[in-house]
């Protein structure tokens, strides 16, 4: 199947570009129109483009994902009209490690303060190299889903015991 | 506004493709992997191609339609996998009449017995001819809309009174 992934995803100790071997760096901006427990319909803005992204759940590592390129103003039309909330943005850092890419998430605005790196592996148990900066692994937790964060940002999880 | 979408929607009294100018016919299949007051992600099989469109509602005949053909592949596993009822299936009945293009959709499976009838207009008080086979106007009722009809089909709406 072309359209399963299997990701897993981990904290980032301590975010330093400057030690990584950085390949690309893009701005994502990305909004849910549905989300419910098993799927999901994503608006994401990555630099200039515009992608529609439809995922449903398999298991807790396997999803399939449809991603369709969209018109600019299409995009733009539905950011305004068809979310419920203001957009999760951050800034993705493309790294390279022993022929590996991973992606590394720095969130910004509500969710401010969380860095996330995700590898993209062709089996569940693919061994791959675990850099010195990589924490907790949170593949099965679900609140680091980007689809959880856009309803509880990161910044409100302590905000019960302050 | 390109995406906004001008409909009127009717009964057909007596359906009789002979009697009308038939310009093409095309077999529909349709499910929705979401739905709520104010818009719909909608998966569509149209003879053979398949299309991901959302829909978001501005009143009750103005919509903004964003339409994307997907492979047939991703049409088949969304189908599969994305949606939670069978889909709605229906023939359409392309007519013309005085120089406008009617939908006319013919209903099968759970919905069989419901014939209606669409024209697109340029503004919600744009006039046209209305064909003698046209019944009751039902734009404004929610009922007739496909993603109604896809919850609670036409052959179930008598079945509390029998």
Known sequence: MDNLEIERKFLVERF???????????????????LDANKEVRLRNK??????????NQTGIVR???????PVADGESLFASAMERPPIEKTRYIVSVSNKEW??????GDNQGLVMA??????????????DWLGLEVTEDR????????????TSWNSESE
């Not at 630099?47 to 449903?56: G, P």
């Not at 399939?64 to 969209?70: N, R």
């Not at 995700?118 to 850099?131: G, M, N, Q």
């Open 103 to 108: 992606s590394v998430d720095v969130f910004h």
């Open 16 to 34: 330093d570009p400057e030690r990584m071997e950085v390949k690309s760096i893009h701005q994502i901006r990305q909004g849910y129109m549905f």
């Open 143 to 154: 609140r680091y889903r980007n689809a959880y964060l856009y309803h509880t940002p990161f």
């Open 118 to 131: 995700e590898i993209e592996l062709d089996s569940v148990d693919e061994p791959f190299a675990s850099p």
């Open 47 to 56: 630099n200039d483009n515009y992608y529609l992204t439809v995922k449903v």
């Open 64 to 70: 399939e994902e449809y991603e369709y390129p969209i």
